[in-house]
C-alpha cells in the first residue's frame, strides 16, 4: 500500500512529517510531504493510519485515514518441463530439463523430478534441472512428473507421457532342412517378433547355395536353392546365417549325393530322307561330374562331340552316299562312369540316290 500527504501552515513552514500506520510498526518520518511511501500490513484487519505535522513554531496538527487491510493469497508456481524424446525403443535414454518454470508472486526454491511416475523423484535439487539423464529397460508407457514449489510452499506439476516400444526381434519359421538325395530347394519365413522395423540379411556359407532375396524389412518368405551339378558323392553340409537389428541365427543345409547318373534322350531316332542330323542329350540327374563317351556301331555315323563332361548336346550325322536304297540301323553307346545307354538309329535312304553308270 502506498501512502501520499499534503499539508500547509499560514505563518511559517513546516519541519516535520510523520505517518503513523496503526499496526505498531515503525512510523514513517519526513522533512518534505510524503509522496507514496509504502507499507504492507502483515495481518488482515482496520488500521488508523494518521498523518502529523509539526511547524517551526512547535504547534503540531493530525489527520487520520481508515485502513481496511486483506490477506493477499499466495499464487503458484507455474511448472514447465522439456523432456526429448517421448517415443523410441527399448533401451531408450532421455533427459529432463526444467523449460522455464515461474512464479508470478514470489520465486521457485524447489525441483523434483519423478521418471517413473510412481511419486518418488530420482532427482531434486534448488537449482533448475538441466539434462538430467534417465534410461528405460522395459518397454511400457511412462510419465515423468517435474514437481516445483515456491517461497511460500506452494507446489505445482507439470507431466510428459514417455513411451517405450519393444525392440525388434528375429524369428524364422524352421532352423534348417535336409534335402536328402534329390530335392533342390525350399523355404523360409523371417517375421518380427517384436517392435519397430526389423532389418535382415541372408549369407550363403558356400557357393552351391543361393538364397532369395538376400535381404528384406520386417516378415518375408526366403527360398534356399541347391546347386548339385559340381558336388561329388556322399553328404555335404552348409548354412545360411540371418543376421538382423533384431538378433541373428543360423539356418542349417545338408545334402546327400548318390555319384553321377547318365540320362540321355531319346533313346531311339528315326531319320527320313530329309533329315540331315539328328541330337542326343546327356544329362547328370546324379552327383559329381559326369564324363562320357559316344561311339556308333556303323561307319557310315558319325557322333560329335564323341566325348565330354557334364550336360551336353551330341550331334549325329549319316553319310548316305556309300549306301543303298533302303532303311539302315545302327547303334549308338553312350558310356559314363554314370552308367551306359544304347540309342538305336534307323537312317532312310531313297532309290534314286543310286545312279547308273554304263561305260
Same mark, same amino acid.
Given at each position: %500500500?502506498?501512502?501520499?500527504?499534503?499539508?500547509?501552515? *499560514?505563518?511559517?513552514?513546516?519541519?516535520?512529517?510523520?505517518?503513523?500506520?496503526?499496526?505498531?510498526?515503525?512510523?514513517?518520518?519526513?522533512?518534505?510531504?510524503?509522496?507514496?511511501?509504502?507499507?504492507?500490513?502483515?495481518?488482515?484487519?482496520?488500521?488508523?493510519?494518521?498523518?502529523?505535522?509539526?511547524?517551526?513554531?512547535?504547534?503540531?496538527?493530525?489527520?487520520?485515514?481508515?485502513?481496511?487491510?486483506?490477506?493477499?493469497?499466495?499464487?503458484?508456481?507455474?511448472?514447465?518441463?522439456?523432456?526429448?524424446?517421448?517415443?523410441?525403443?527399448?533401451?531408450?535414454?532421455?533427459?529432463?530439463?526444467?523449460?522455464?518454470?515461474?512464479?508470478?508472486?514470489?520465486?521457485?526454491?524447489?525441483?523434483?523430478?519423478?521418471?517413473?511416475?510412481?511419486?518418488?523423484?530420482?532427482?531434486?535439487?534448488?537449482?533448475?534441472?538441466?539434462?538430467?539423464?534417465?534410461?528405460?529397460?522395459?518397454?511400457?508407457?511412462?510419465?515423468?512428473?517435474?514437481?516445483?514449489?515456491?517461497?511460500?510452499?506452494?507446489?505445482?506439476?507439470?507431466?510428459?507421457?514417455?513411451?517405450?516400444?519393444?525392440?525388434?526381434?528375429?524369428?524364422? *519359421?524352421? *532352423?534348417?532342412?535336409?534335402?536328402?538325395?534329390?530335392?533342390?530347394?525350399?523355404?523360409?519365413?523371417?517375421?518380427?517378433?517384436?517392435?519397430?522395423?526389423?532389418?535382415?540379411?541372408?549369407?550363403?556359407?558356400?557357393?552351391?547355395?543361393?538364397?532369395?532375396?538376400?535381404?528384406?524389412?520386417?516378415?518375408?518368405?526366403?527360398?534356399? +536353392?541347391?546347386?548339385?551339378?559340381?558336388?561329388?558323392?556322399?553328404?555335404?553340409?552348409?548354412?545360411?546365417?540371418? $543376421?538382423?537389428?533384431?538378433?541373428?541365427?543360423?539356418?542349417?543345409? $545338408?545334402?546327400? %549325393?548318390?555319384?553321377?547318373?547318365? &540320362?540321355? +534322350?531319346?533313346?531311339?531316332?528315326?531319320?527320313?530322307?530329309? &533329315?540331315?542330323?539328328?541330337?542326343?542329350?546327356?544329362?547328370?540327374?546324379?552327383?559329381?561330374?559326369?564324363?562320357?563317351?559316344?561311339?556308333?556301331?556303323?561307319?557310315?555315323?558319325?557322333?560329335?562331340?564323341?566325348?565330354?563332361?557334364?550336360?551336353?548336346?551330341? +550331334?549325329?550325322?549319316? &553319310?548316305?552316299?556309300?549306301?543303298?536304297?533302303?532303311?539302315?540301323?545302327?547303334?549308338?553307346?553312350?558310356? *559314363? &562312369?554314370?552308367?551306359?545307354?544304347?540309342?538305336?538309329?534307323?537312317?532312310?535312304?531313297? %532309290?534314286?540316290?543310286?545312279?547308273?553308270?554304263?561305260?
Amino acid at each position: %500500500m502506498l501512502f501520499s500527504g499534503a499539508a500547509s501552515d *499560514s505563518d511559517g513552514q513546516l519541519v516535520q512529517w510523520r505517518i503513523l500506520f496503526g499496526d505498531g510498526t515503525e512510523p514513517w518520518v519526513g522533512t518534505a510531504a510524503p509522496v507514496s511511501v509504502p507499507h504492507q500490513y502483515e495481518t488482515a484487519g482496520r488500521f488508523v493510519a494518521r498523518l502529523v505535522v509539526s511547524d517551526d513554531g512547535g504547534t503540531t496538527a493530525t489527520v487520520t485515514q481508515t485502513v481496511a487491510a486483506t490477506t493477499h493469497p499466495n499464487e503458484p508456481p507455474e511448472a514447465a518441463l522439456a523432456v526429448p524424446p517421448v517415443v523410441g525403443e527399448a533401451p531408450l535414454a532421455i533427459t529432463a530439463s526444467d523449460d522455464g518454470s515461474t512464479d508470478p508472486d514470489g520465486t521457485v526454491v524447489q525441483y523434483a523430478i519423478d521418471f517413473e511416475g510412481d511419486g518418488a523423484p530420482e532427482w531434486s535439487g534448488p537449482a533448475p534441472p538441466f539434462d538430467v539423464a534417465h534410461e528405460y529397460a522395459i518397454p511400457g508407457d511412462y510419465l515423468v512428473v517435474l514437481t516445483v514449489e515456491d517461497d511460500e510452499g506452494a507446489p505445482a506439476s507439470t507431466s510428459r507421457a514417455v513411451s517405450v516400444t519393444p525392440p525388434p526381434a528375429l524369428a524364422v *519359421s524352421k *532352423s534348417g532342412v535336409d534335402f536328402g538325395g534329390s530335392a533342390r530347394s525350399t523355404t523360409f519365413d523371417t517375421t518380427n517378433a517384436g517392435g519397430g522395423d526389423l532389418n535382415w540379411t541372408c549369407t550363403p556359407s558356400t557357393t552351391w547355395i543361393t538364397v532369395s532375396p538376400t535381404s528384406g524389412t520386417n516378415g518375408g518368405t526366403v527360398t534356399v +536353392t541347391v546347386d548339385r551339378s559340381a558336388l561329388d558323392g556322399g553328404t555335404h553340409t552348409g548354412s545360411v546365417a540371418v $543376421s538382423s537389428n533384431g538378433g541373428s541365427t543360423i539356418f542349417s543345409v $545338408s545334402l546327400s %549325393m548318390g555319384g553321377a547318373q547318365l &540320362d540321355v +534322350t531319346p533313346t531311339s531316332l528315326h531319320l527320313l530322307e530329309a &533329315d540331315s542330323s539328328a541330337t542326343l542329350r546327356i544329362a547328370n540327374t546324379g552327383g559329381g561330374v559326369l564324363s562320357f563317351d559316344c561311339q556308333a556301331s556303323a561307319a557310315w555315323l558319325s557322333a560329335s562331340p564323341a566325348t565330354g563332361t557334364g550336360a551336353a548336346t551330341i +550331334t549325329l550325322t549319316p &553319310d548316305r552316299s556309300a549306301l543303298s536304297a533302303g532303311t539302315h540301323a545302327a547303334t549308338v553307346s553312350v558310356t *559314363s &562312369d554314370g552308367g551306359a545307354t544304347d540309342v538305336s538309329v534307323l537312317v532312310d535312304v531313297a %532309290m534314286g540316290r543310286l545312279g547308273l553308270v554304263i561305260e
